[in-house]
T-cell receptor
Framework: AQSVAQPEDQVNVAEGNPLTVKCTYS??????LFWYVQYPNRGLQFLLK??????LVKGSYGFEAEFNKSQTSFHLKKPSALVSDSALYFC??????????????FGRGTSLIVHP | EAQVTQNPRYLITVTGKKLTVTCSQN?????MSWYRQDPGLGLRQIYY???????DKGDVPEGYKVSRKEKRNFPLILESPSPNQTSLYFC????????????FGPGTRLTVL
């Protein structure tokens, strides 16, 4: 079975500072990992994904994420936060070895608040 | 423009009154799914469909029905809504690859009184 955890319900950071939103996963095989962002009153939007290859993945809006197999983590990062980054962030995982549907499992979400 | 549309965006109804939330995508995606989003619980999958006439239960299917008669449409049906189905609902679609991300609709906020 596949599962994903986002240990922080909320992350607060000052504008201009680096930000990290944490995600850990559990799968039986090699994971496919995704980050999505949800702005207020909007649907989720895809940010980036890790499938294979380079452990550092770059995505939209200056975000990047680092895949760490030994720690089973896929933390989302940005070097310099903007107030406009304030949103709800979801990590998701697919386990190709699960033999189930193509639908991923989502974490509970982390609310990022960037203070001016 | 590639998109997933949902209607209605907002709905207030009463217990027991049947309702349907429509979902349509214009990307020719095989896979479609419905989620509900509740505070503290994140996204939970209700039903999914891997192609026309192929549907299956997700994590929280009780009280919901779906159908997939056409590739582009995947309506969510609440035959007898109850207050615990008050939630924010999202439809999503994707192409048939584990590599591919999902495209989400704008959401439907449902209140059942």
């Amino acid at each position: 079975a596949q599962s994903v955890a986002q240990p922080e319900d909320q992350v607060n950071v000052a504008e201009g500072n680096p930000l990290t939103v944490k995600c850990t996963y559990s799968v039986s095989g090699n994971p496919y990992l995704f980050w999505y962002v949800q702005y207020p009153n909007r649907g989720l939007q895809f940010l980036l994904k890790y499938i294979t290859g380079d452990n550092l993945v770059k995505g939209s809006y200056g975000f990047e994420a680092e895949f760490n197999k030994s720690q089973t983590s896929f933390h989302l990062k940005k070097p310099s936060a903007l107030v406009s980054d304030s949103a709800l962030y979801f990590c998701a995982v697919r386990d190709p070895a699960s033999g189930g549907s193509y639908i991923p499992t989502f974490g509970r979400g982390t609310s990022l608040i960037v203070h001016p | 423009e590639a998109q997933v549309t949902q209607n209605p965006r907002y709905l207030i109804t009463v217990t027991g009154k049947k309702l349907t939330v429509t979902c349509s995508q214009n990307m020719n995606h095989e896979y479609m799914s419905w989620y509900r989003q509740d505070p503290g619980l994140g996204l939970r999958q209700i039903y999914y469909s891997m192609n026309v006439e192929v549907t299956d239960k997700g994590d929280v299917p009780e009280g919901y029905k779906v159908s997939r008669k056409e590739k582009r449409n995947f309506p969510l049906i609440l035959e007898s809504p109850s207050p615990n189905q008050t939630s924010l609902y999202f439809c999503a679609s994707s192409s048939p690859s584990l590599y591919n991300e999902q495209f989400f609709g704008p959401g439907t906020r449902l209140t059942v009184l």
